[in-house]
């Protein structure tokens, strides 16, 4: 079930970088960093697939994810933990195809596009709140 990510979080989650994890049916972890995370809209995030093919291979075999952002200046951090959806075609692939072009018109169009519904948020941050559960 999808929880409402808080508005402080998602004005944080402008123009920050992920850490997206994931695991295969097998347990095997991966980690792979993503430029093009963005917020979709109170409940989900989204990112593309451009290179990332144990990335994808994990989330075939095993749907869910977990994605940490943390600003270094102020040691605050974030993981959102959810089910993914992997899109290949219809708007949100198009729309976030495109803002990577204009972005970066030299990388190639995502292969596909990941929907996170966000269904747990925990802090990271340095602190006594550091693995508090938010929503």
């Given amino acids: 079930?999808?929880?409402?990510?808080?508005?402080e979080l998602q004005?944080?989650?402008?123009?920050?970088?992920?850490?997206?994890?994931?695991?295969s049916k097998a347990?095997?972890?991966?980690?792979?960093?993503?430029?093009?995370l963005r917020l979709l809209d109170d409940e989900h995030l989204v990112?593309?697939?451009l290179f990332?093919?144990?990335?994808?291979?994990?989330?075939?075999?095993?749907?869910?994810?977990?994605?940490?952002?943390?600003?270094?200046a102020s040691k605050r951090g974030y993981m959102f933990k959810g089910a993914t959806e992997q899109i290949g075609s219809g708007p949100l692939y198009d729309q976030t195809a495109?803002?990577?072009?204009?972005?970066?018109?030299?990388l190639p169009a995502?292969?596909?596009?990941?929907?996170?519904t966000v269904e747990s948020i925990?802090?990271?941050?340095?602190g006594p709140d550091g693995g508090k559960q938010i929503a």
């Fill in 47 to 49: 990112f593309a697939d």
């Fill in 11 to 23: 004005e944080f989650m402008k123009g920050k970088q992920g850490w997206v994890a994931t695991s």
């Fill in 122 to 126: 925990w802090n990271q941050s340095s």
């Fill in 110 to 116: 995502p292969k596909y596009v990941v929907k996170v």
């Fill in 1 to 7: 079930m999808a929880v409402k990510i808080p508005q």
């Fill in 27 to 36: 347990g095997v972890p991966n980690v792979s960093i993503k430029g093009s």
């Fill in 52 to 72: 990332s093919m144990k990335t994808r291979k994990n989330l075939s075999e095993n749907p869910v994810a977990a994605i940490m952002v943390f600003e270094e």
């Fill in 98 to 106: 495109e803002a990577i072009h204009k972005a970066m018109p030299q």
